[in-house]
Structure formats: C-alpha cells, structure tokens
C-alpha cells in the first residue's frame, strides 16, 4: 500500500491542495469560507508531508541509504505525531465549515456576514492548539534505541511503546507510571474526541445540510404553485 497506493495519493492530493489555495488566495476570493477551506488544505498538505517518510522507507534503494536511515529513525514517530496533529486539525476545520454552510442556508442574513480579523485569528489558533494539545501525547509514546553495525556503515533502531509490559532484553519498563497513564489517556481522548465524536458530527451536519437544501428546493415550487391554486 506505501509503495502502490500512496505516492498517487500523495500527488494528487498536494496538487489537489495547492491548486484549490492558489485559487482561493486569488483576488476577490478571501472570505470567511474560503478562510476556512484554505487552512483545511494547509492541514491537508501537511498531513500527507508528514507521512511521505513512511512511504520511501519502503523503497530498498532507499532505505537501505544510511543518511536517510539516520534521518528517518529520528523522525519516524515525531513525522507522525505531526501527521496525527495535521489530521485532527484538518477534521476540526472542516467540522466549522460544515456548521458554517448550514448556519448559510438556513438564514441568508448570516453568510453575508463577514468575521472579524481578529474572530478569525482566535478560531484558527483556537483549532490549532487544541488539536496540538489532544495529540500531544504521540510525541512521547514511544522509547527509541539506535545502534551501528558493520563498522558504522549500517544504523538500527528498535522503539518500545512507553505503555508496553514488555522492553528490552526482558528488562522491566523503567517509564513512569504517570507518563504510562497519560499516553493512554490520550490515546483514549484523541480517539473519541479527535476521530470518532467528530465523524458522527460529520455525518449528521451532512444529512442535516442535505435536509435544509431539498426544504429550500421545494419553497420555490410551492410559491409557484400557490397563484395557480388561487385561480
């Protein structure tokens, strides 16, 4: 999948993304729903940066390349942890936008109404910082080793999970217990809160939009009918 599905997925969805933000950066095109639409293909992109190292691990060419072992090993959780944060952020945005369209449909007075600067700037740090804080815990969730071989010419690495029984050679985990429970509180919390409460919120805002726009189709056709009626 890394080697077959992903690198298609990667460039169609970094063109994807940079496309849609040279259009929505063009003049006359800055409003609060372009705003929103902007920052989620911001998180996007980098969702699929943080996860590219991931896929060339899977190539031999490179990863057997010390630099790149040396690069990757470092990173390889870190890379994700960003991707996770990325992930939450982009699910948060479009969450907002999707509240925002409904919000537009049912009363038209509200999408001329433009946010403030400053109500903006608060909204976006707001998701950014919130999100950062509830995946925060990837960054410390796992215990990497590194070691040469062959004279140096060749780097390993072996990474425990900070909440794991097990570790190395059989040796007793030596990571606090009130480190142990963070990580999996949150791996608890960001799984509720950061994809499962979210996708059912999704959902309903989708079928409570497409309800509101087949009301709105049919109060045309009403409207036109009721002279006929009249007569």
């Known amino acids: 999948m890394w080697q077959y599905f992903f690198p298609p997925l990667f460039v169609v969805g970094i063109l ?17 729903a372009n705003n929103l639409l902007s920052a989620m293909a911001f998180a996007d992109i980098a969702f699929l940066l943080c996860l590219l190292p991931h ?31 990325s992930s939450a952020a982009a699910i948060c945005f479009m969450l907002v936008v999707c509240v925002d369209r409904l919000l537009g449909i049912r009363s ?3 999408s001329r109404k433009e946010w403030t600067k400053r109500k903006t700037c608060s909204l976006f740090l707001g998701i950014v910082v919130g999100t950062g804080l509830l995946t925060a815990f990837h960054h410390v969730s796992y215990h990497c080793f590194y070691w040469d071989l062959c004279n140096g010419t060749q780097i390993h690495s072996k990474c425990f ?42 959902i309903a805002l989708n ?25």
């Not at 097990?166 to 950061?194: A, C, D, Q």
């Not at 079928?207 to 007569?231: D, G, Q, T, W």
């Open 161 to 202: 999970h900070v909440a794991a029984d097990t570790w190395r050679k059989n040796e007793i985990n030596p990571t606090p217990e009130w480190l142990r429970n963070y990580v999996r509180m949150g791996t608890t919390f960001h799984s509720l809160f950061g994809i499962f409460f979210p996708t059912i919120a999704l």
């Open 108 to 110: 038209p007075l509200y």
């Open 207 to 231: 079928v409570a939009l497409v309800r509101e726009l087949k009301k709105r189709s049919n109060e045309p056709l009403l409207a036109s009918e009721a002279p006929l009626h009249h007569k």
């Open 55 to 85: 896929s060339l691990v899977n190539y031999p060419s490179i990863a057997t390349n010390h630099l790149f072992r040396i690069i990757y090993f470092h990173i390889k959780y870190e890379s994700l942890a960003f991707a996770n944060w």
């Open 16 to 32: 994807g993304n940079l496309t849609e933000l040279f259009v929505l950066f063009s003049p006359g095109m800055r409003n609060r």
